[in-house]
């Protein structure tokens, strides 16, 4: 464990929020999700908790999320916005939003649902992931997991930045949040191919171009002349960019 992600280093960096730190961690997403359930209080809108390495730390569609030891930064956060249960993917674009604008750079971009990439390249920045509760009157609490690829020491700071940016973005209005996302999402204007889930070899696909996407953090896609298809986060399992002549 590195002296920057200490314990100590954090609450000095986001004094007044409980923060979690270990020397190593299975997942920080299920430390979150088991902090959550224990019931924090609702006037603190985020806890974080950090650590390297994860050992078992994975994204979308299984694929492993991985860093050198001191050279990456993972963490999870547990918010609590008041959401109706049908915009549950609400988070997805609130956290890749924040996380591209907070590592700044106009060639900074979003990849719909969950990646951050270098603008004109597959150089990928960050990775998001997050687990939603549903409860009776919509969503109780919501784990955001975020992998920054390359962090330089002492990474609290950047750390902090990232958490705050997440916690104003949740606090906009949510068209303010849409207009920034859609400035920087690449996914739209390109045509694309979505794997849903379960995925088979003969599973669900979507295919055609991403045009919008919605307050429920769907991506809306035109299949044919008249023809929209939406996708919601959590219906994906892979997404892949086409280029001309694909199928």
Not at 15 to 41: I, K, N, Q
Not at 73 to 89: H, I, K, W
Not at 215 to 243: C, K, S, Y
Request: hydrophobic share 40%; glycine share 10%; proline share 7%.
């Amino acid at each position: 464990m590195t002296e920057d992600l200490s314990a100590a280093r954090l609450a000095a960096a986001m004094p007044g929020r409980p923060v979690r730190a270990y020397p190593a961690l299975l997942s920080t997403e299920a430390d979150a999700m088991a902090w959550a359930r224990t019931g924090l209080p609702r006037e603190r809108l985020s806890w974080p908790t950090t650590r390297r390495p994860r050992a078992a730390a994975r994204g979308r569609g299984g694929l492993p999320w991985q860093t050198a030891p001191g050279e990456g930064l993972s963490f999870s956060m547990v918010v609590r916005p008041s959401l109706p249960s049908e915009r549950e993917g609400w988070g997805y674009v609130v956290a890749s939003l924040a996380v591209a604008e907070t590592l700044d750079g106009a060639d900074v971009v979003t990849q719909w649902p969950d990646t951050v990439l270098r603008a004109g390249s597959h150089e990928r920045l960050a990775s998001l992931g997050t687990h939603v509760q549903l409860g009776a009157k919509g969503v109780d609490w919501v784990v955001l997991s975020v992998l920054i690829e390359e962090a330089q020491q002492p990474r609290e700071a950047l750390l902090a930045r990232c958490v705050a940016a997440i916690e104003a973005r949740l606090a906009d209005p949510p068209d303010t949040v849409l207009t920034a996302y859609r400035s920087r999402c690449a996914t739209l204007g390109r045509r694309v191919r979505l794997r849903l889930v379960p995925m088979s070899p003969d599973g669900v696909q979507v295919v055609g171009e991403g045009i919008d996407v919605r307050g429920d953090g769907a991506l809306v896609v035109q299949t044919a002349p008249g023809r929209r298809a939406a996708v919601r986060p959590h219906d994906l399992g892979l997404i892949d960019e086409l280029r001309s002549g694909d199928t």
